[in-house]
Nanobody, 123 residues
């Protein structure tokens, strides 16, 4: 089992950047497919970005493509979400997720979740 702790959220103005980090426990981090999800008030949770176990393959939602970058450091048990050119509609709680099953990086099937970190973008 893996435990996930997100950090890096905050309040920024439109056009600014934030970098979210997710620290994972355990010795088998490189075995987990990782993803970042977000949930805005009154909306369903959505997959923002996914990354394969090796880090070679990635997926991005159309709404963030070209602005967000997901990456991982298997040696440090970390996954990151670099968010540039933030928009008010990016405001949400962002969750890190992990899963051992073999799925596409676009899959929304995840078993392990962090507690979330709030990102607020003002206009």
């Amino acid at each position: 089992q893996v435990q996930l702790v997100e950090s890096g959220g905050g309040l920024v103005q439109a056009g600014e950047s934030l970098r979210l980090s997710c620290a994972a426990s355990g010795r088998t981090f490189s075995s987990y497919r990782m993803g970042w999800f977000r949930q805005a008030p009154g909306k369903e949770r959505e997959l923002v970005a996914g990354i394969s176990r090796s880090g070679i393959s990635t997926y991005y939602a159309d709404s963030v493509k070209g602005r967000f970058t997901i990456s991982r450091d298997n040696a440090k048990n970390m996954v990151y979400l670099q968010m540039n050119s933030l928009k008010p509609e990016d405001t949400a709680v962002y969750y890190c997720a992990a899963d051992l099953r073999i799925r596409s990086t676009a899959s929304v099937d995840y078993n392990y979740w962090g507690q979330g970190t709030q990102v607020t973008v003002s206009s």
